[in-house]
Each structure stands twice: as C-alpha cells, then as structure tokens.
C-alpha cells in the first residue's frame, strides 16, 4: 500500500493501535459510511466489533513494524489523553507527528473502499512513505467532542470540475473522518494534481461550517493549540460528506 513493495511479506495492519483499546473509551460496535462521487451514492455498513479490531490489509509486515508503528507510538500519549477528555491542548512539538499519524490513518480507511474506486491517490501513499511527513496538499483538523462521533469512520470522494464544458477535467478530493472517544479527526485528501483554488475552497467550507469547532494542525504554523469551542454530531455529519459540504446536501440519519 505505502512501499510499493511486492516482495516483503504482508501484514494485517490495525487501523488503530490494538493496544490503545483498554484505555479509550468506544463501543462494541460501529457504523462505517462511504460516500460515492456522486451526491446520492451511500454505504452504511454496520460492524458488530470496535474500530479497534478493524483491520487494513495491504500493508508491508516490514512497514507494519517499523515506521507506521513509530508513528502510533509518536502520539500515543495524546490521543489516549484527548481521547479521554484529559487534554484540551497540543504542545507545538506534537503537530507534525500528529499530522502524520492522521494522514497514515486516512489514507489506510480510504484504502478499504479500493474496490470500488474511492480511495485517495496512490500517489499519497507513496509520498507518505517515501518523505514520512504529510503529503503537500493534505490537510489535517481536528475536534474535541462531548460525545462519541463516527466511530467507524467514513470516507467521502468528489470530483470539482476544472471546465465549464461538459468534457472539463476533474479535480478529485478525498475526505476522511473519524472519532475516537473525545478526539475528532478530519483529513482532505486531495490528488497531487488538484489545484491550490479547489484544496482553498475545501478548507474554507471545513472553516466556515465549523464556525470555530476544527482546529488545523497541518499544515500550521501555530506554536501550539488549545481547543476552546467543542464540535457536535451535525457539524461533524456535515464536515463528515464532502457532498454535504460543498455541495449542500441535506443530511441523512445515517450521516449523524
């Protein structure tokens, strides 16, 4: 997935760290929602086991155990803290290896809708890989959350067209979410190719709709971040569908 490697030998790779299920609070079960390209296209799957048995497959044992486990241990200790409630802030020195644990994340729950097309750019996976920081273009905010949102995740594409004519290229524009406890994560995941005026537009509805609740760690150029405003379940559904969000879409039960 990340190393292009064909020979090493693969590895199921947890979407979060199996050792990280003791000290955070989730439930037994979770709701996975995937969105098309298309403003009605829909997967609600539910899964009768915790986001922290979901497993990815497609990576490396050699990258399993190495770097993506690095970047697991790099944030431990916040994640668990902020998903707890205990942490209302993130100390300067913590953005970039929290950027890039989300982006690891991201990019490995995009991979679960490859099936069907939905995932983000290889080219990501790779740059990830090969730099071991986020991607140039990605973006990374984050939330705390009274309450438990989108456990499971869900995964949104959309294609901006870069023409007015009906043959116009598009740009395509991966979004990720996901809750863990009180620490809410979002991630844009646009190809290397989208331009900077379709990524701007993306950030600046993620900023508007979140009216203050989102917090950018990547890129940033913050010494530090303390979280004030708290972001609900309708601001997190609305972010969640990249439809919703620059499309205006109404929402669905399933999107809350």
Sequence with gaps: MFCGSVTNKGSAEHLFHRSWADRIPHSGEMTRTDYSPFAAGESVIEIPRSVFDQTVTGVCKRCNESWMNDADMAVEGFVVAAANGLRRDI????????????????????????????????????ALWAEQLPPVGTVVHVALSPKRLKEGGSNSMIGIPLGDDRQANYARLTGVCWGMGALFTHVLLPGPDVPARVRNLATRAIRRTSAGALYRVWPSDRRSIHFGKMIDAQTAARIGNLNHLLLGTELRESDV
Excluded at 91 to 112: F, I, N, Q, T
Excluded at 117 to 122: L, P, S
């Design 91 to 126: 100390p300067g020195d913590l953005l970039v290896p929290l950027s890039k644990w989300a982006v690891k994340v991201a990019l490995m729950r995009s991979w679960v809708n490859r099936s069907r097309g939905w995932e983000a750019d290889h080219r990501l996976f790779r």
